[in-house]
C-alpha cells in the first residue's frame, strides 16, 4: 500500500539525484510511516544545488521512498506567482497512491487537500494551530482554521500533537461512524536519553541561558523578548550569557539590537547544532531554558530540554502549557515578566532543580517507545479501513 505524505517540506537535490533536508525530515523520519505501508510518496519544494553540506543535512531518499517533486518557492506570495507550474503539481500528487496522511494546518496541505486529494482516503496529523499565526494575514488565518476544520470533519483518523488543547479548539464532537483518534508527539526520544537525575546548580557559576530555534528568519521564536529581558537583568547586576542557537538571516538585527540596547557582551549567537548528541551537550551545559516563542504545537525544543532536565520558561501557546506548570509561562512579550522570573531563579538554585526533576518526569512520556505504539496503531487504523473498504 503507497502513502502520501503532505507536509511543509524544503529539500535540497545533488547531481547524483539524492535528496537532503536541514531539518526533522530525514529518512528516518520518514521510516515511522514505512514501518506499516509499504511505499511513502513524499512531496517537497526542490531546489537543486551542487555541494550538500553533509553536516547540516539529512539524507531524505531511501528504500521504498518516492520523492514528489514541487518547483521551489517560498511563501504565499511565491506560490500564487508560480501558480500556473505548482497548482497541476499539487493536483496529481495522489495519482498511484492509495492514502495520504496531511500533517496541518501547512497550506501544502490545504493545496492538495482542495486540488485533487479529497478523492483518496486520508487521515490528519495536526502539528500546530492556525489561528496563532500571528504573522499571517487575518485572512490567511481564517482561512487556515476553516481548513483544519473542515479536514478534520471528514478524516478518516486525526492525531493531535497534544493531549487536549488543540483538541478542545478543533475535534469533531460528533465522530463519523469508523473514524478514530489519538495524540503523540513528532519528537523523537530514546528513553536512554533521558537523564537519571536532575541537574545540580551551583550558586556562583555564571548563569547560562539557552535559547534553540533552527531557523533564525523572523521574530516568532522570541528572541527580541529574551534580549529586552538581558537587559533587565544586566541592569541588576546578575553575572549571566545567552547562547541562541540556529541559523537564519535575522541573526545580525538582533545583534545590532543588543548592541543597541547595550547587552551585545552578554549574546552569543552560535549557530546552528545538526548533531542531537551535539545539541544535547549543549543544553547539559546551560543553567536554563528559555523560549518566548509566539506560536507553536508542542515544541520539541521543549522536549529535548526536559529530557536532560534543564528547567525551562515558555508561553501560554499552543500545546506548552501541557508541558510546564504556569508559573513558569508567560506572554510572548513579557520581557519583564520572564527577567524578574530568571532573576528569581538565579537566586533559588533548588527550585532549578525541583524544575529540572519535574521535566525530567514529564520528558517520560515523549520517549519513541511510547509514541511508536501510538503512531502505529494510527497508522494501521488507517491502513485497515480502506482494506475495509475494499472487502465491502
Known amino acids: 500500500m503507497k502513502l502520501l505524505l503532505v507536509d511543509n517540506v524544503h529539500l535540497c537535490r545533488d547531481d547524483e539525484g539524492k535528496y537532503y533536508a536541514p531539518s526533522i525530515y530525514n529518512y528516518k523520519f520518514l521510516q515511522r510511516y514505512l514501518n506499516v505501508f509499504d511505499e511513502v510518496r513524499f512531496m517537497g519544494k526542490i531546489k537543486p544545488v551542487d555541494y550538500i553540506d553533509i553536516e547540516r543535512c539529512a539524507v531524505v531518499s531511501g528504500k521504498n521512498v518516492e520523492i514528489y517533486e514541487i518547483p521551489w518557492y517560498q511563501g504565499i506570495r511565491e506560490m500564487v506567482s508560480k501558480a ?20 496541518i494546518a501547512q497550506i501544502e496541505s490545504f493545496m492538495v487537500y482542495l486540488l485533487g486529494g479529497r478523492k483518496l ?19 490567511i488565518r481564517k482561512f487556515s482554521v476553516l481548513m483544519m476544520r473542515q479536514m478534520i470533519k471528514n478524516a ?40 537519571k537525575e536532575p541537574m545540580i546548580f551551583p550558586k556562583n557559576e555564571e548563569f547560562r541561558i539557552v535559547h534553540v530555534s533552527n531557523l533564525i528568519n523572523n521574530d516568532m ?49 552560535i549557530g546552528r547544532i545538526n548533531k542531537i548528541n551535539d545539541l544535547f551537550a549543549e543544553l ?57 522570573k530568571i532573576m528569581q531563579l538565579m537566586d533559588n538554585p533548588e527550585e532549578l532543580q525541583n524544575m529540572s526533576k519535574a521535566n525530567i518526569l514529564r520528558a517520560q512520556s515523549f520517549t519513541v517507545q511510547r509514541l511508536s505504539v501510538k503512531r502505529n496503531w494510527f497508522y494501521k487504523k488507517l491502513k485497515e479501513s480502506i482494506d475495509n473498504s475494499f472487502v465491502k
Open 156 to 195: 478518516k483518523g486525526s492525531a493531535f500533537v497534544t493531549e487536549e488543547i488543540l483538541q478542545k479548539k478543533y475535534a469533531i464532537r460528533k465522530k463519523k461512524a469508523g473514524s478514530f483518534t489519538t495524540n503523540y508527539s513528532s519528537v523523537e526520544l530514546d528513553k536512554k536519553i533521558i537523564a
Open 221 to 269: 521564536k522570541g528572541h527580541k523578548t529574551l534580549i529586552d529581558a538581558a537587559k533587565i537583568i544586566a541592569e541588576h547586576g546578575y553575572s549571566f550569557k545567552i547562547a541562541f542557537i540556529g541559523e537564519g538571516d535575522k541573526i545580525n538585527d538582533f545583534k545590532s539590537y543588543a548592541y543597541k540596547i547595550g547587552v551585545a557582551d552578554k549574546i552569543q549567537f
Open 84 to 103: 500556473e507550474k505548482i497548482f497541476p503539481v499539487y493536483k496529481d500528487a495522489s495519482k498511484g497512491c492509495d492514502c495520504i496522511i496531511f500533517r
Open 284 to 340: 547539559k551545559d546551560s543553567s536554563l531554558m528559555v523560549f518566548p516563542s509566539v506560536t507553536e504545537g508542542l515544541p520539541r525544543t521543549v522536549i529535548e530540554a526536559m529530557a536532560v532536565g534543564l528547567p525551562v520558561l515558555s508561553t501560554f501557546v499552543g500545546g506548552i502549557p501541557e508541558l510546564l506548570d504556569n508559573k513558569y509561562l508567560f506572554r510572548p512579550e513579557d520581557d519583564i515578566g520572564f527577567a524578574n
Open 121 to 139: 482516503p486520508y487521515a490528519v496529523e495536526v502539528v500546530n494551530d492556525p489561528e496563532a499565526w500571528v504573522d499571517m494575514l487575518p485572512l
